[in-house]
Protein backbone atom coordinates (compact mmCIF):
# COMPACT_ATOMS: atom_id res chain seq x y z
CA UNK A 1 0.00 0.00 0.00
CA UNK A 2 1.02 3.63 -0.41
CA UNK A 3 -0.37 7.02 0.81
CA UNK A 4 0.28 10.25 -1.46
CA UNK A 5 -0.01 13.47 -0.14
CA UNK A 6 0.19 16.57 -2.18
CA UNK A 7 1.15 20.52 -1.13
CA UNK A 8 1.94 23.31 -2.46
CA UNK A 9 -1.17 24.64 -3.95
CA UNK A 10 -2.00 28.35 -3.04
CA UNK A 11 -3.50 31.21 -4.57
CA UNK A 12 -1.95 33.27 -7.39
CA UNK A 13 -1.73 36.30 -9.77
CA UNK A 14 -2.26 34.90 -13.53
CA UNK A 15 1.66 34.41 -15.05
CA UNK A 16 2.78 33.51 -11.59
CA UNK A 17 4.47 29.83 -10.79
CA UNK A 18 3.69 27.20 -7.99
CA UNK A 19 5.44 23.96 -7.60
CA UNK A 20 3.22 21.35 -6.24
CA UNK A 21 4.52 18.41 -4.46
CA UNK A 22 3.72 14.92 -4.17
CA UNK A 23 4.79 12.94 -1.33
CA UNK A 24 4.66 9.19 -0.71
CA UNK A 25 4.94 7.21 2.17
CA UNK A 26 4.45 3.08 3.17
CA UNK A 27 5.92 2.17 -0.05
CA UNK A 28 8.53 3.27 -2.89
CA UNK A 29 7.47 5.20 -5.75
CA UNK A 30 10.65 4.13 -7.40
CA UNK A 31 8.79 1.18 -9.99
CA UNK A 32 5.65 3.35 -9.92
CA UNK A 33 4.43 5.40 -12.61
CA UNK A 34 3.08 8.74 -11.46
CA UNK A 35 0.69 11.23 -13.20
CA UNK A 36 -1.18 14.46 -12.04
CA UNK A 37 -4.61 15.43 -12.88
CA UNK A 38 -7.19 18.26 -12.40
CA UNK A 39 -10.28 18.92 -11.75
CA UNK A 40 -12.36 22.38 -11.92
CA UNK A 41 -15.78 22.59 -10.15
CA UNK A 42 -18.51 21.42 -13.08
CA UNK A 43 -15.60 20.16 -15.25
CA UNK A 44 -14.56 16.24 -16.04
CA UNK A 45 -11.38 15.26 -14.67
CA UNK A 46 -8.43 16.47 -16.76
CA UNK A 47 -5.35 14.99 -17.52
CA UNK A 48 -2.41 17.14 -16.59
CA UNK A 49 1.17 15.14 -16.98
CA UNK A 50 2.59 12.19 -16.44
CA UNK A 51 6.49 10.22 -15.94
CA UNK A 52 7.67 6.98 -16.04
CA UNK A 53 9.38 5.11 -13.04
CA UNK A 54 13.07 6.22 -14.48
CA UNK A 55 11.96 9.99 -15.60
CA UNK A 56 13.15 9.00 -18.87
CA UNK A 57 10.17 9.58 -20.62
CA UNK A 58 7.05 12.29 -19.90
CA UNK A 59 3.52 13.20 -21.19
CA UNK A 60 1.70 16.15 -20.68
CA UNK A 61 -1.87 17.47 -21.77
CA UNK A 62 -1.77 19.69 -24.59
CA UNK A 63 -3.75 22.39 -22.59
CA UNK A 64 -0.16 22.27 -20.42
CA UNK A 65 2.25 21.95 -22.90
CA UNK A 66 5.06 24.31 -22.67
CA UNK A 67 4.27 25.52 -19.27
CA UNK A 68 4.19 22.78 -16.51
CA UNK A 69 6.99 20.39 -16.12
CA UNK A 70 6.50 17.11 -14.32
CA UNK A 71 9.76 15.55 -12.43
CA UNK A 72 10.20 13.14 -9.82
CA UNK A 73 12.68 12.16 -7.21
CA UNK A 74 13.00 8.38 -6.54
CA UNK A 75 15.47 8.86 -4.01
CA UNK A 76 13.32 11.44 -1.68
CA UNK A 77 9.66 9.17 -3.03
CA UNK A 78 8.39 12.50 -4.44
CA UNK A 79 7.22 13.56 -7.64
CA UNK A 80 6.44 17.51 -8.25
CA UNK A 81 4.79 19.43 -11.15
CA UNK A 82 6.48 22.78 -11.97
CA UNK A 83 3.63 25.02 -12.87
CA UNK A 84 4.24 28.23 -15.22
CA UNK A 85 2.47 30.94 -16.64
CA UNK A 86 -0.50 29.77 -14.63
CA UNK A 87 -3.57 30.90 -16.38
CA UNK A 88 -6.99 31.78 -14.90
CA UNK A 89 -8.53 28.65 -16.26
CA UNK A 90 -5.91 26.26 -14.63
CA UNK A 91 -7.73 26.87 -11.07
CA UNK A 92 -8.73 23.11 -10.08
CA UNK A 93 -7.84 20.77 -7.81
CA UNK A 94 -4.70 18.87 -8.86
CA UNK A 95 -4.35 15.36 -7.77
CA UNK A 96 -1.14 12.95 -8.27
CA UNK A 97 -1.25 9.67 -8.82
CA UNK A 98 0.36 6.33 -9.21
CA UNK A 99 0.33 3.37 -11.20
CA UNK A 100 2.16 -0.07 -10.60
CA UNK A 101 2.01 -0.48 -14.84
CA UNK A 102 3.07 2.11 -17.03
CA UNK A 103 1.89 5.60 -17.23
CA UNK A 104 -1.26 6.52 -19.45
CA UNK A 105 -3.22 9.54 -19.64
CA UNK A 106 -6.17 7.26 -18.70
CA UNK A 107 -7.48 8.32 -14.56
CA UNK A 108 -8.47 4.25 -14.85
CA UNK A 109 -5.45 3.41 -14.84
CA UNK A 110 -4.08 4.60 -11.79
CA UNK A 111 -4.20 2.73 -8.29
CA UNK A 112 -2.62 5.03 -6.15
CA UNK A 113 -4.28 8.66 -5.71
CA UNK A 114 -3.46 11.40 -3.43
CA UNK A 115 -6.38 13.61 -1.49
CA UNK A 116 -5.26 16.83 -3.57
CA UNK A 117 -4.05 20.49 -3.27
CA UNK A 118 -6.28 23.60 -4.64
CA UNK A 119 -4.93 25.47 -7.29
CA UNK A 120 -6.43 29.04 -7.70
CA UNK A 121 -5.01 31.51 -10.53
CA UNK A 122 -6.57 34.86 -10.54
CA UNK A 123 -7.02 37.62 -13.01
Known amino acids: QVQLVESGGGLVQAGGSLRLSCAAS????????MGWFRQAPGKEREFVAA????????DYGDSVKGRFLISRDNANNAVYLQMNSLKPEDTAVYHC????????????????WGQGTQVTVSS
Open 51 to 58: ITWSGGTT
Open 97 to 112: AGATTRWTQKASGYEY
Open 26 to 33: GRTLSNYA
